[in-house]
């Protein structure tokens, strides 16, 4: 099946300092790329869809300069956490599309995620 | 943004009984889709389906969908301790987007 592929699966940080976080689709072209965030015991809440070659979709309420999201490459998508807070901690999942054939139906394969903690 | 609720939140049952979450949503959706997480790693798919169909079929997992009551429900049958994970229904709407449920927490009992 489709992999994806995310990195760094942990990460600490002090507070004030940028953290990226890279999330790739291996052997797959993936245009478009969603990120989630997940705090803990709670769901999944949908950030932004990023799309390659073009701005990302930020959701209500999620701060775009806060989360900087790049998808240079149809294989690859960027979130950058600008000036990380405590607040900011929390556990940060890739999403990518694979769709099979000519179906239209696509599947979503996930990331392993990646833990953030700032300090 | 969040589609609906789940229940129940959480379903404690011992090993061999058979669990059945159940979630609604609120949109007119593409399909709908069940995940598992295991504690803080990432979510696996288990399975899709369509807005056209009924009830559908996966090894021990049966999947409803009631687009008239915007509701699906999963059942897992002859569940085992390894079932013990969180479990989530997400739905797709026309503008692509996957949204997910508040999920539901099993624990299987060996």
């Known amino acids: 099946g489709a992999v994806v592929s995310q990195h760094p699966s942990w990460v600490i940080c002090k507070s004030g300092t940028s953290v990226k976080i890279e999330c790739r689709s291996l052997?797959?072209?993936?245009?478009?790329m969603f990120w989630y965030r997940q705090f803990p015991k709670q769901s999944l809440m949908l950030m932004a869809t990023s799309n390659e070659g073009s701005k990302a979709t930020y959701e209500q309420g999620v701060e775009k300069d806060k989360f900087l999201i790049n998808h240079a490459s149809l294989t690859l998508s960027t979130l950058t956490v600008t000036s990380a807070h405590p607040e900011d901690s929390s556990f940060y999942i890739c999403s990518a599309k694979f769709y099979r054939g000519l179906s239209n139906t696509g599947e979503l394969f996930f990331g392993e995620g990646s833990r953030l903690t700032v300090l | 943004s969040q589609q609906g609720e789940e229940d129940p939140q959480a379903l404690s049952i011992q090993e061999g009984e058979n669990a059945t979450m159940n979630c609604s949503y609120k949109?007119?959706?593409?399909?709908l889709q069940w995940y598992r997480q295991n504690s803080g790693r990432g979510l696996v798919h288990l399975i899709l389906?369509?807005?056209?169909?009924r009830e559908k079929h996966s090894g021990r997992l049966r999947v409803t969908l009631d687009t008239s009551k915007k509701s699906s429900s999963l059942l897992i049958t002859a569940s085992r301790a390894a079932d013990t994970a969180s479990y989530f229904c997400?739905?797709?709407?026309?503008?692509?987007?996957?949204?997910f449920g508040p999920g539901t927490s099993l624990s299987v009992i060996p």
């Open positions: 389906i369509r807005s056209n169909e």
């Open positions: 949109t007119s959706i593409n399909n």
């Open positions: 997400a739905t797709e709407t026309s503008y692509d987007k996957v949204i």
């Open positions: 052997d797959f072209q993936a245009t478009t």
